[in-house]
């Protein structure tokens, strides 16, 4: 546990590197601030819960690595359809709450584009890092359980903040 | 079965999982927000943010997995106060990990800084904030895991299903809580030792 916890812990400070190389804009903007933890987290989580569906196939030998795979293409299909759904909600609570709590510098338009871009990109990293790792797991003969769900999961954070540093840089 | 079949099937299973902790990440948020002065004031906080809220999740995930493995086998009674060996053992041994992991994240994240020629914290300032900040939330974590998982067993719920959603909800929502209760505890203790923040 101990020696995989160091090394997610490493990978996580990247992120926090990014998040720190654009502080002043996120302190200028408080709805950008309030994105941060709920994008990485559902990125996070978009990733395991198809880490985790894509191990169980793979254990019941009903996955196979191939795109027009029903298993595989479905569930790749539910991840982007779940960011699709559920990013428009975080950006629009995200400035809500914001403009609850404090005063917001952007628009609830600007902040929906942010989130909204921010997770389709992710949703889609999410299924290609999954699927690399799934698949790299199987080759090395290695449990995905054990190994693919962790790696997924912190990679997953640090794209978060990537993606979303990129889409703030574009959009506001 | 089909895609269309395949892809409902995940989509309906992970929808309300994914909206639990939404929620709780909107909330963590929205502490991050209200932090700005402390942002400013410890220079580097931001840059271990990501590493202290994922610590919280690997470290309380996997302590959740133990517990809900032990009561599947038998071997953990589903009661708080039973008191139960195994379960400290296990609850012990997250609490070192978070706080072994977190003070690490701080002293990285100080030299990278430093090297790199960033404004940063004193190094006591950012491993104090780290440690007040994993021991709280790793108290707090703890607890609920505890009370949830067994709770949620003796309904005759999988704890399987309930550790997931339950961690990165309030992972993120504590994590975030008891970092800003850390950082305002150390500035006081930093500047009553006159020391520099």
Same mark, same amino acid.
Do not use: K
């Given at each position: 546990?101990?020696?995989?916890?160091?090394?997610?812990?490493?990978?996580?400070?990247?992120?926090?590197?990014?998040?720190?190389?654009? +502080? +002043?804009?996120?302190?200028?903007?408080?709805?950008?601030?309030?994105?941060?933890?709920?994008?990485?987290?559902?990125?996070?989580?978009?990733?395991?819960?198809?880490?985790?569906?894509?191990?169980?196939?793979?254990?019941?030998?009903?996955?196979?690595?191939?795109?027009?795979?029903? +298993?595989?293409?479905?569930?790749?299909?539910?991840?982007?359809?779940?960011?699709?759904?559920?990013?428009?909600?975080?950006?629009?609570?995200?400035?809500?709450?914001?403009?609850?709590?404090?005063?917001?510098?952007?628009?609830?338009?600007?902040?929906?584009?942010?989130?909204?871009?921010?997770?389709?990109?992710?949703?889609?990293?999410?299924?290609?890092?999954?699927?690399?790792?799934?698949?790299?797991?199987?080759?090395?003969?290695?449990?995905?359980?054990?190994?693919?769900?962790?790696?997924?999961?912190?990679?997953?954070?640090?794209?978060?903040?990537?993606?979303?540093?990129?889409?703030?840089?574009?959009?506001? | 079965?089909?895609?269309?079949?395949?892809?409902?099937?995940?989509?309906?299973?992970?929808?309300?999982?994914?909206?639990?902790?939404?929620?709780?990440?909107?909330?963590?948020?929205?502490?991050?927000?209200?932090?700005?002065?402390?942002? #400013? /004031?410890?220079?580097?906080?931001?840059?271990?943010?990501? /590493?202290?809220?994922?610590?919280?999740?690997?470290?309380?995930?996997?302590?959740?997995?133990?517990?809900?493995?032990?009561?599947?086998?038998?071997?953990?009674?589903? #009661?708080?106060?039973?008191?139960?060996? #195994?379960?400290?053992?296990?609850?012990?041994?997250?609490?070192?990990?978070?706080?072994?992991?977190?003070?690490?994240?701080?002293?990285?994240?100080?030299?990278?800084?430093?090297?790199?020629?960033?404004?940063?914290?004193?190094?006591?300032?950012?491993?104090?904030?780290?440690?007040?900040?994993?021991?709280?939330?790793?108290?707090?974590?703890?607890?609920?895991?505890?009370?949830?998982?067994?709770?949620?067993?003796? #309904?005759?719920?999988?704890?399987?299903?309930?550790?997931?959603?339950?961690?990165?909800?309030?992972?993120?929502?504590?994590?975030?809580?008891?970092?800003?209760?850390?950082?305002?505890?150390?500035?006081?203790?930093?500047?009553?030792?006159?020391?520099?923040?």
């Amino acid at each position: 546990m101990l020696p995989v916890l160091l090394a997610l812990t490493v990978v996580e400070l990247g992120s926090g590197l990014v998040l720190g190389a654009f +502080e +002043e804009r996120l302190l200028r903007a408080p709805s950008l601030l309030v994105l941060v933890p709920v994008t990485i987290g559902t990125a996070g989580n978009l990733g395991s819960i198809l880490a985790a569906r894509l191990s169980t196939a793979f254990h019941l030998g009903t996955l196979s690595f191939d795109p027009t795979d029903d +298993e595989l293409a479905g569930n790749a299909v539910a991840t982007v359809a779940l960011a699709v759904t559920l990013f428009p909600v975080i950006g629009l609570g995200a400035w809500t709450l914001a403009s609850l709590v404090g005063e917001t510098t952007l628009g609830p338009g600007t902040v929906l584009v942010v989130a909204l871009s921010a997770g389709v990109t992710l949703a889609v990293l999410a299924v290609a890092v999954t699927l690399v790792a799934t698949y790299a797991a199987y080759r090395l003969s290695l449990d995905p359980d054990d190994v693919v769900i962790p790696v997924v999961t912190n990679v997953c954070d640090v794209l978060g903040v990537l993606v979303l540093f990129g889409a703030v840089l574009v959009f506001t | 079965m089909e895609l269309r079949e395949t892809a409902e099937e995940a989509y309906r299973e992970a929808l309300p999982a994914l909206g639990a902790s939404l929620v709780g990440g909107l909330l963590a948020g929205v502490v991050l927000g209200g932090m700005r002065a402390e942002l #400013r /004031a410890v220079e580097g906080l931001l840059v271990l943010v990501p /590493a202290l809220l994922a610590t919280r999740g690997n470290v309380y995930g996997s302590f959740g997995a133990r517990l809900s493995t032990g009561l599947h086998q038998g071997l953990v009674e589903p #009661r708080v106060r039973a008191g139960d060996e #195994r379960v400290r053992r296990a609850a012990t041994a997250a609490l070192a990990n978070g706080l072994l992991a977190s003070t690490v994240a701080a002293v990285l994240a100080f030299f990278v800084l430093t090297l790199l020629g960033a404004p940063v914290a004193s190094l006591p300032v950012l491993v104090g904030v780290a440690l007040i900040a994993g021991l709280l939330s790793g108290i707090a974590l703890t607890a609920v895991v505890l009370v949830v998982v067994f709770a949620g067993y003796r #309904r005759g719920r999988n704890p399987d299903t309930l550790v997931g959603p339950l961690v990165t909800t309030t992972g993120d929502v504590f994590g975030m809580l008891f970092l800003l209760v850390a950082v305002r505890a150390t500035l006081s203790i930093a500047g009553f030792l006159g020391g520099g923040g």
